[in-house]
């Protein structure tokens, strides 16, 4: 268990004992939804990208310097619940360069519901470039924890030297 989870269940136990002792109702009813609250938190960023889908679609797989593809990724929530927030990336080896749209997003994702992040690079470098993975980030309604994932469905794209 980490020591700052740790010492908040340790400070929780702490605070509903004095208040306990003392007989002070209002603060053992705020221990209460303090725990609550951080249960909450705690259970939400721990189910929250397990039901992320993700697929990626490259216009190209082998491209000449200088040459644009269009990568489409298309992520979808497969939970009856929302994401109250998702900050999703693509990772891009540094031989492409974003020319149009973007390759990261803060989103939110409704209950079974899609989004599309969709952009254009440029082939700068000549060699075998990754496009992906994706990586999430996301957690609760309250910003008290976070989770991060990384969906491994990288792809590449070949890119020759020019020929004269």
Not at 91 to 111: D, F, K, T, Y
Not at 130 to 137: I, Q, S, T
């Amino acid at each position: 268990m980490k020591l700052r989870r740790r010492m908040t269940i340790i400070a929780a136990a702490v605070f509903l004992a004095v208040a306990l002792v003392f007989r002070v109702g209002f603060f053992v009813y705020a221990c209460y939804a303090m725990v609550l609250v951080a249960l909450v938190a705690y259970v939400m960023s721990q189910v929250s990208l397990e039901a992320l889908q993700t697929d990626r679609h490259l216009t190209v797989r082998r491209a000449q310097l200088g040459e644009e593809a269009v990568v489409t990724v298309g992520v979808r929530n497969t939970r009856p619940f929302p994401l109250p927030w998702v900050v999703m990336e693509d990772i891009l080896s540094p031989g492409l360069s974003v020319l149009e749209g973007q390759s990261s997003r803060a989103m939110v994702l409704r209950p079974m519901g899609a989004t599309t992040l969709r952009y254009r690079v440029r082939c700068d470098k000549r060699g075998y470039h990754r496009v992906g993975p994706v990586l999430f980030e996301t957690g609760d309604f309250f910003g008290l924890t976070r989770k991060f994932l990384s969906h491994a469905n990288a792809q590449f794209i070949t890119v020759y030297p020019k020929v004269a």
